[in-house]
């Protein structure tokens, strides 16, 4: 998406992998957050990424069983973090920048104490 | 120069790769119950899956998107998870079917008790996983498997009826059979269309794209690989078919463990042919464990987004690598029940079917889209044949279960 | 499918009237048996009297599994006789043989038939069990199942 494209929000850009300004995926774009008044203009606010955003756009019984599993973590990507879209959402900032992959960031120095890690 | 060793080398992976435990028991057992006339189901089946294979290689290479990345955003949230919960049950149980087998194998080639053979080789497929990129993993696994042509060897020694063998490539139903007879041949059609399109191999096979980091320049790569690789590894499931059909149906035998196929080669070479056949069947079921459980590691990661890919270090993906380790585990731990083999391979072959009309969708909408794939979206034949197996994927999918009932899994 | 009738035994005048042509041959084959004194064939026979085997109630499934395992027996038996396979081969085919008779030993369908197969194959006695074969064939082609 450059300037001036038109892109539906909830079939073109939810459900996105993210990568950021690394080229590293850091995620997928659970939900959209928007701004604006009814009747008004609506913005894209952020981009909501984590368990705590994809298990309110599932039935309760489904979102409490993967939450059990998952948690409710969630991370706000800010639209203005967002450079462009294609087939992907191409971030201007690094994932820890942005909060994303705090996971795997926790994880990583217990694995690399496996050799050939 | 170069070029032309990848195309050479992708496809001898395929084939090595193609035939794992499930198609193999099935060919066999066809072979004894029908002779030849289930021939024409691993054909057409074949042509299914270069048909969705070749689509799921260009979508990787152009759209740089895995198919469980696709699952998302074209069937929604809420029927891809049910699509990725399905999958990765699937891929679970398959894997623990090829593990099992391994055991087994293991068990006739040197002795030793089978569960403790499950252990080391799972311990070992863990280690090469870890230690191996991408591509030498799929390169070792599928190179090691041509050992597989022992059988195909085996069908032109034992040298059968080949006009008849040509008869059975022409699709055709036993109507003047007993009715017991005609549900059990539906439920091998069936089988054979489920083990050729078993979603696990377009799950490995696109995601492998994109560890590879394909581009537009690999799209011969591509066609090769699936057209002719696929094709070839066909063939061998047919060899499979095609000796079951000359020596064990006269003799009343249908395979119900992986070490009664070695027969096929010992019968026509003795001991070496015995030996080539039983390394063969090993190498084949490891290379499916190992594409079973990075499938299902594949699946979870790309659902949820997590970093993946073997291209990269384990430590730098922590949970892929927690996936496919925990998959490799829980596959042991299925092993461990007690089930056996076969019934986890009955157990797949129904469950992975009905999961298929899931699995293609995705893909076949995602192939059309020109947003996407630009020039190299889907034409007129793709879509003749994507469009057509999909609804033949749909008919068997709705017949697998009631078949599988009232034919105890094509015992009957 | 078969109409499940009630019959007095697969000897029964009423089960030829029901069971159909393929049952019917194999009935007559059947009588042509008893006549013969093959004493595992007579343990057959027993096992069918004995257990009550109704001719239209028998599972083909678990019948299969019998047959298919004795089959395999002899087969096993000829090659490595032949020194085609290491003994271990078939020494673990013929174990996985065992165990898979052992299983049906216990049902009540194919019980006998199994006891039988399993002396067969500990004895490596090849004739009865190619015997005992060619008479499950005879017996699952009279319920259906071809081969």
Known sequence: MRNGQIIKVFAQLRDLEIFDAEDQLCGIADDVELEGAPGGALRIAALLVGPGAYGARMPRILARGLQVVAGRSMVRVPWSAVDHVTSRIRLNKTARELGLLAFERRLQPLLRRIPLS | ?412 | MKAREETRGPFSLTARRHLGRAATSAVRNRFGVVARCDPLLLLLAAAFVAGGANATELDTAKLAQVRSAVAEAPTVLRIQARGQVTETFAEGLRSDIRKDLQKLVADPEVGTMASAALVAVDARDEPALLSLRDRLVALERAHGRSR
């Not at chain 2, 740089?64 to 074209?74: E, T």
């Not at chain 2, 029927?79 to 194998?105: D, K, M, P, Q, R």
């Not at chain 2, 699709?171 to 007993?178: D, I, R, T, Y």
């Not at chain 2, 799209?219 to 499931?237: D, K, P, Y």
Request: glycine share 10%; aromatic share 12%; proline share 5%.
């Open chain 2, 1 to 412: 120069m170069g070029g032309l060793v990848e195309i050479l080398l992708g496809i001898m992976t395929a084939v090595g790769g193609f035939v794992e435990v499930s198609e193999a028991t099935f060919a066999a057992q066809a072979g004894s119950r029908f002779g030849y006339s289930l021939l024409w189901a691993f054909a057409v089946a074949t042509v299914g899956i270069i048909v969705f294979g070749e689509m799921s290689g260009r979508v990787a290479a152009i759209a740089k998107q895995p198919v469980f990345a696709l699952m998302r955003q074209r069937l929604g949230l809420t029927l891809g998870l049910f699509t990725l919960a399905a999958s990765v049950v699937v891929s679970l149980i398959t894997c623990a079917a090829e593990i099992g087998a391994i055991g087994l194998v293991l068990n006739l080639l040197v002795g030793g008790p089978y569960l403790g053979w499950a252990v080391l080789s799972t311990s070992v497929l863990i280690l090469t996983v870890w230690s191996m990129p991408f591509k030498w993993i799929e390169r070792v696994f599928g190179l090691l498997g041509l050992v597989m042509l022992i059988f195909a060897a085996a069908t032109l020694k034992i040298g059968p009826d080949w006009s008849q063998a040509l008869k059975g490539l022409v699709p055709q139903f036993p109507f003047e059979a007993s009715r017991t007879d005609q549900l059990a041949y539906g439920y091998f059609v069936v089988a054979i269309f489920s083990a050729v399109l078993f979603p696990f191999e377009t799950y490995f096979y696109s995601s492998g794209g994109i560890e590879e980091h394909w581009s537009k320049k690999h799209l011969m790569v591509n066609r090769l690989t699936t057209g002719v690789g696929f094709s070839l590894g066909s063939l061998l499931a047919m060899a499979l078919l095609i000796n079951s059909a000359v020596l064990f149906r006269p003799a009343g035998v249908d395979p119900q463990q992986p070490g009664t196929l070695a027969l096929q080669a010992a019968i026509p070479f003795g001991k070496w042919g015995l030996a080539a056949a039983l390394v063969g069947l090993l190498m084949a079921f490891a290379g499916a464990a190992v594409e079973t459980c990075l499938s299902a590691a594949y699946s979870v990661a790309q659902f949820f987004g997590w970093p993946w890919g073997r291209y990269k270090r384990p430590g730098e993906t922590p949970r892929f690598t927690l996936a496919w380790v925990g998959a490799f585990l829980v596959s042991l731990m299925i092993v461990f029940t007690g089930i056996e083999p076969l019934k986890l391979v009955e157990w797949s072959i129904v469950s992975s079917i009905m999961v298929l009309p899931l699995t293609y969708l995705p893909l076949l909408l995602l192939a059309n889209d020109r947003s996407y794939m630009r020039e190299h979206a889907n034409g007129p034949i793709a879509n003749v044949l994507g469009v057509g197996f999909y609804v033949i994927l749909l008919v068997v999918a709705v017949a697998a279960l009631p078949l599988f009932v009232l034919t105890a899994g094509g015992q009957r």
